[in-house]
């Protein structure tokens, strides 16, 4: 399964940490989404982002 992964909330403001994690997602600013498989690794950085990005499950092949 893929994960479509939205950025909702800039980082500015954020802590330095937040902000790493975000760009070793592929997110750089708001409004801007990236496709990534669902593994444990992503739902970490997910949980830890959860306040700032939308997630949402795509089908692979639609």
Do not use: C, W
């Not at 994690?21 to 970490?44: C, E, W, Y």
């Amino acid at each position: 399964m893929t994960l479509k992964i939205t950025m909702t909330k800039s980082y500015i403001g954020q802590k330095d940490k937040m902000k790493k994690v975000a760009m070793s997602l592929g997110l750089k600013r708001p409004n801007q989404f990236v496709l990534r498989k669902d593994t444990p690794h992503i739902r970490g950085m997910i949980r830890k982002l959860y306040y700032m990005v939308k997630v949402e499950e795509v089908k692979e092949g639609d």
